[in-house]
């Protein structure tokens, strides 16, 4: 099992950055893959961006250049960010960061990004 803490949402106007945390109960090494999905009022949940065991990322169109999905550098490699710059009002909603294993999939409960025109 794995248990996620996200932390860094908030309201920001348009333009401007904010820095997501999720941190994970076990090392990233034991996982398959961690990513950020967001959810929008009255949208389905989507991939935002993603990250292998590998090193390999994976981005949304609407973020490409505008996000950036790194892992920690400490020894506990057990923390995602999610770097959001250049925010838009549609990138406003609930992010969840996601843990995936090869049979099994987690969520955290999601932070709020709010952003105002």
């Known amino acids: 099992q794995v248990r996620l803490v996200e932390s860094g949402g908030g309201l920001v106007q348009a333009g401007g950055s904010l820095r997501l945390s999720c941190a994970a109960s076990?090392?990233?090494?034991?996982?398959?893959?961690m990513g950020w999905y967001r959810q929008a009022p009255g949208k389905q949940r989507e991939l935002v961006a993603a990250?292998?065991?590998?090193?390999?990322?994976?981005?949304a169109d609407s973020v490409k250049d505008r996000f950036t999905i790194s892992l920690s550098r400490d020894n506990a490699e057990n923390t995602v960010y999610l770097q959001m710059n250049s925010l838009k009002p549609e990138d406003t909603a609930v992010y969840y960061c996601?843990?995936?294993?090869?049979?099994?999939?987690?969520w955290g409960k999601g932070t709020l990004v709010t952003v105002s025109s």
């Open positions: 990250i292998t065991r590998g090193g390999t990322t994976n981005y």
């Open positions: 996601n843990a995936r294993l090869i049979d099994s999939n987690y």
């Open positions: 076990r090392s990233f090494l034991t996982l398959t893959a």
